[in-house]
């Protein structure tokens, strides 16, 4: 029944504001991905975070508000990732193949494949301006790495490159939803590096990459 529409998790006074708000969030993001996003009504979504359309409304005054905090969730954590790198004592390529596998990694292991999201026409609304933002802001952090690293071809079509390949982990999961995440973030993080011009790393290196993610600050 774990699926099913009108789930008591979170109805009523009983919920607190936050549960309710991450059920909205579960339930559209599981709608969004699987139904899409313009066939989903805020009706549906209530009804499957077991919640009152009113309810959502409270947290959320439209469909588009949602899309926006779903779409945060996919930035955010790479971003913070991204601005304890780019300052770090390491090489860049270790930085930059950290910064790449955590960032494909979380694309790639979140319950719902939400990087597809960024496929949606909506993405040009308006109301996401602040999403394109930060993720311009993230796009700017790798082109940060990348143009550290010297080679013939300009640092921004280098990181064009780059990105575009770090987030085509949505399609691929999308196409193939039993693929090896790890993985396939390391060999995406190998193929970035080969994109920006840097060399291969060798194994103590990834292992110092890894090791950059586990260090707070």
Known sequence: MSGGVGRPRASGATASSQDAKRAVLEAAAELFT????????TRA???RAGLR???LYYHFPAKEDILCALLAETVHPSLEVARTLIDARADVGVRLWALTYSDARLLGT????????YLL????SPGLALFRAERAGL???YGKLIERIPDDAPAATRTDLVFGLVESIAVMRRDEPDRDIEAHSR???DGVLRLA???RLADEQRSAALSLLDTPG
């Open 34 to 41: 699987t139904t899409g996003y313009a066939a989903t009504t």
């Open 139 to 141: 796009k700017a952090a």
């Open 187 to 189: 060999h995406c993080a």
């Open 110 to 117: 979140a319950r719902h494949n939400l990087g597809v999201l």
């Open 197 to 199: 011009g840097h060399p």
């Open 53 to 55: 359309q009113a309810s």
């Open 121 to 124: 026409p909506e993405i040009a």
């Open 45 to 47: 979504i209530a009804e």
